[in-house]
């Protein structure tokens, strides 16, 4: 999967937490939200000299409800990829090792095949499970 559909999939996508993403659709999703959140909070700074602190930092707020709900969604479709709960979304929370865990997980394959989360985003479905 390649930058702009990572980008568009984390969009359409931004309440699935129920599916499976490649290790593409994440890290070029992820990317593709750091660029956006840059730009947006670069234009959201310019409107709080114009606007006021106030309405800027609803907009703020707002910028990051946008960024944070499909990162989250995204994420958690990756652990599903790997055949992990959601919930090991959690284990961020512990200092220092849980996101280095987190991060070791995000750049494992995924399992071949379907699992209990759905089909192989990568399409390699032929594997046969007893």
């Excluded at 931004?14 to 660029?35: C, H, N, P, Q, V």
């Excluded at 987190?102 to 209990?116: A, C, H, R, S």
């Amino acid at each position: 999967m390649g930058f702009v559909e990572a980008v568009k999939s984390m969009f359409s996508n931004w309440s699935d937490f129920k599916t499976r993403a490649s290790r593409s659709e994440y890290w070029w999703g992820y990317l593709g939200m750091i660029i956006f959140a840059f730009i947006a909070g670069f234009i959201i700074g310019l409107l709080m000299a114009v606007l006021g602190d106030t309405i800027g930092s609803i907009l703020m707020l707002i910028l990051y409800v946008i960024i944070i709900v499909p990162l989250l969604a995204v994420g958690v479709r990756r652990l599903h990829d790997l055949d992990k709960s959601g919930w090991w979304m959690l284990i961020s929370l512990i200092p220092i090792l849980g996101g280095l865990y987190l991060l070791y997980l995000f750049v494992q394959k995924g399992t071949d095949g379907p699992n209990q989360y759905g089909s192989d985003p990568l399409g390699s479905d032929s594997a046969v499970f007893n």
